[in-house]
């Protein structure tokens, strides 16, 4: 495979030299070898005339006798190189010279291939071949009458260069000796008399098409020694590999709990931690659905859709914080129609979900139409974790009712008679947000202890219902209303919670325009819960319930999203400033017609 | 310097040197030397032993401030309630108090006199004061555990008998609780409840014929007295011309909130509240001799107490002469 290194380095003609070196790798030396025994053969003893004849034989020899598939290439070589060197002189002296020359210089550079190949270096004067009887002490070739040159053989280098190898076959008779030919070829200057045919696009291009590869074995045997000589970036991205393998450890710990991190929040891990540990089934959602329906009327389209979206919302909700999700049918029942507790199956609901769920602590009562806004506030963080600043025990803070606050009673105690009760956070049992109107029990928390046991069951008293059933407008809401303005023993527990906490409302609830800042849903401040209180009075609750979900979901989108929809979002805004300059000048024609 | 070649190596060489790990984290060397040694062991008892301490003091302030003023139980154990018609005779008065007092002062407990025109009730029936009254006795004497209202039409007959241990004792209430039996006599749906303990109990009240008597009823100082006596209090009944006032008041709250059945025990009516004439309870509701207490029902409104009283004060007087 050497042999063509010499012919490159004697600057040949670079088609010749180039060509074969692809073909190379794929020969294995031994078969080199045997070829070249087989074929070097006729080619000197025989010395017959033509060179067509001579190649002939050598070509069928080689077929014959070595049986491996680089065999055909070498006699496709072979074949090509009989065609053209019928046209051509022989050259035999030059190519000769340049075969010896080859051979010394593997003898010093790699000495792998000449030793393979079985042959005493021919440049020694007088050495006997053990295989030469016949011919001059001269010829080393392996088989008696043969000659061998490397260069006629190897099949890659002849293939390579086309024109000398004819020529030299050609030319050389049996006459023709190492030395003379050595003579002959010190002669030769150049190699003009070979013009390279053109040999293909391969044979014309290849050198420019090699070079043009983005690795080349040549260059990198050459300038690299052993050592990478890349590109900076690559430098730089092997280095940080091998700092890295270096670091595997602590990479390794790294990458494991970044790992885990993800698998946490990809798997329910999350889910099952928020539940128990991080204390998500201490709270219960009691959703309201089917409020007056049943007996008294039947739902429509439009029910149903609020109903499903509602409900969809708090599952999602309660799922992703692992609490508790109570649905509660709160259609008229045969049980309440026709009894004065028509209506008031609230608090019986509640005590319901506190036998239900006898490990949660607090009860969180939802009407039908509200829509959590804000999905990744949990309740902890959004209110329970610091209730004491998000709540307010003294009513007088905020008082739509007017309610003389701390009650002046002097036979009460202390405590009862304190603005805020005891002022500590465990005294809380009840929260609730005050609308425009007073107390507003569409969105409220309770917690279960044996106060909430007692205002359970003295919410609901037949004598106040007989008395007040006409002017209660809200039912159990006026009654807590009117039980906390007249029980005292009440006060100490219920704190307040500013409404927008929890209990937002829309425009068209609390004043038209829907501007308080103390009561109104704000966008921008990323309220958490909309109740759409009163929409089934003269609003349009499935409007509204539309158009909150579609703004939830839009402030709630991922980066992803909002990336496809500022990009979508530019391409609408390029479209249409043309429109909006068009009318702006069509505006301004008409000003100045 | 002197020597040409280095020192030769002990043909006995040390042991290998502990090998720091390699593996897991490498803890810094002075941390390690410092964990190594006792003196750790000693800091971190010292640091629980502090923390231990401080949270022995918080239990005990955190108690203490929750109920700053007083800690249920520590004061007298009862207190006896009583509110005059202020427009009563006077000497009459004077006897009443005098009684409970004497008997207050026998086994350490208190007394809390008041008249009905002390509070705010509203053109509501008189006899209504007694619930503002008992709270406002809970409210300047915290500490106490019971809380005794004798309504003035009554008299401490045997001042012998401590009531805390003749009926207010746990196992003594068990006893003497009357289950299963119709709030209202005769055939009242709502019934007492069967298996309470008597620690648990917070109201001792009496029947007689007609039906439960706040004359003489034991209420026990805490959290579920307030919401009781107020819930009891709500101007929605007062206003609501019962026709009886407080007393079916009473009635009609413990029938419809469980949470007041629960706590109350119904003890025969002699225990507390024997009656000398009127609608006694038929088994055991008339006064005998030795009883606690001897009851005048409706005196007070008849205006005729202290004529009906004369014959059992004279003889209250008279022990009380004989004794000293």
Known sequence: MEFRRPANLQGRPPVAAMLPRPVVPLLPSSSASSAVRVTGGPCNTA???????????????????????????????????????????????????????????????????????????????????????????????????????????????????????????????????????????????????????????????????????????????????????????????????????????????????????????????????????????????????????????????????????????????????????????????????????????????????????????????????????????????????????????DINLYNPLNISHPPAEEYLDPETRSPVGDGKVDSINIIVPQDCGGFNLGSFFVRRSVWTDRLLDIWWDPVAYEQKHMQWEHKEQDALEYMYTNQPWIRPHVAFIRQRKVNSFPAGACGEKGDNPEIHYQEKDRDFLVNMAGCEWGRDCWAEMYKFRRLSDRLNRNPWEKFKDWISDSFKGMRADPKKNKKKEEQKKKEKQ | MHFAMPPRKTSRPPPYAARQSRGGIQIPYALRAFLRRDKLRTIIVAVLGFVAILWLFGFIGGRGGSSAAAIIGTGPPVVIVTVFDPRADAAWVEKIKANREDYAKRHGYLTFFRTDSQYPLRNSPASWAKVPAMRHAMTLHPSSTWFWYLDSSSLIMNPSIPITSHVLAPSRLEKLMIVNEPVVPPDSVIKTFANLKGDRIDLVLTQDKEGLQPNSFVVRNGEWAKYFLDAWFDPIYRSYNFQKAELHALEHIVQWHGTILAKLAMIPQDMLNSYVSGPAHPKNGQYKEGDLVATFPGCVKRGSCAEEMKNFLDILEKRAAGSD
């Open chain 1, 47 to 393: 010395g017959s005339g033509g060179l067509h004849g001579n190649l002939h034989v050598s070509s069928e020899t080689l077929t014959v006798t070595v049986a491996s598939p680089t065999t055909f290439s070498a006699n496709a070589g072979q074949r090509r190189r009989r065609s053209s060197a019928a046209k051509q002189p022989p050259p035999n002296l030059q190519l000769h010279h340049d075969s010896s020359d080859s051979r010394s210089r593997l003898g010093t550079t790699s000495g792998l291939s000449a030793r393979s190949l079985g042959e005493p270096l021919p440049t020694i004067p007088g050495t006997p071949s053990p295989f030469d009887n016949k011919m001059g002490s001269r010829s080393p070739s392996p088989r008696p009458g043969g000659w061998s040159s490397p260069g006629l053989n190897t099949p890659y280098d002849t293939g390579g260069r086309v024109s000398p190898m004819p020529g030299f076959a050609n030319g050389s008779s049996h006459n023709v000796t190492w030395e003379s030919a050595q003579a002959r070829s010190a002669e030769v200057k150049g190699y003009g008399r070979f013009a390279p045919r053109s040999q293909g696009f391969l044979g014309k291009h290849f050198r420019r098409i090699s070079n043009s590869l983005p690795f080349s074995y040549a260059e990198k045997e050459k300038l690299g020694r052993g050592r990478y000589q890349g590109s900076k970036p690559l430098e730089l991205l092997r280095h940080i590999g091998r700092s890295l393998w270096r670091l595997r450890r602590s990479v390794g710990v790294i990458l494991a709990v970044l790992l885990t991190v993800i698998l946490f929040y990809v798997t329910p891990l999350h889910r099952v931690y928020r539940r128990s540990i991080g204390g998500g089934s201490k709270f219960v959602v009691i959703l309201a659905v089917n409020q007056g329906g049943g007996v008294m009327e039947w739902k429509g389209p439009r029910e149903w859709a609020i109903e499903r979206d509602s409900v969809k919302n708090k599952k999602k909700y309660t799922q992703k914080w692992g609490y508790e999700l109570e649905l509660v049918d709160m259609s008229t029942k045969k049980r309440y129609a026709h009894e004065w507790r028509e209506s008031w199956e609230k608090v019986d609901t509640i005590r319901n979900a506190m036998r239900k769920y006898p490990h949660a602590e607090w009860f969180w009562w939802l009407d039908t139409n509200t829509f959590i806004m804000e999905p990744s506030y949990s309740l902890q963080s959004h209110i329970f974790k610091h209730l004491k600043d998000v709540t307010y025990r």
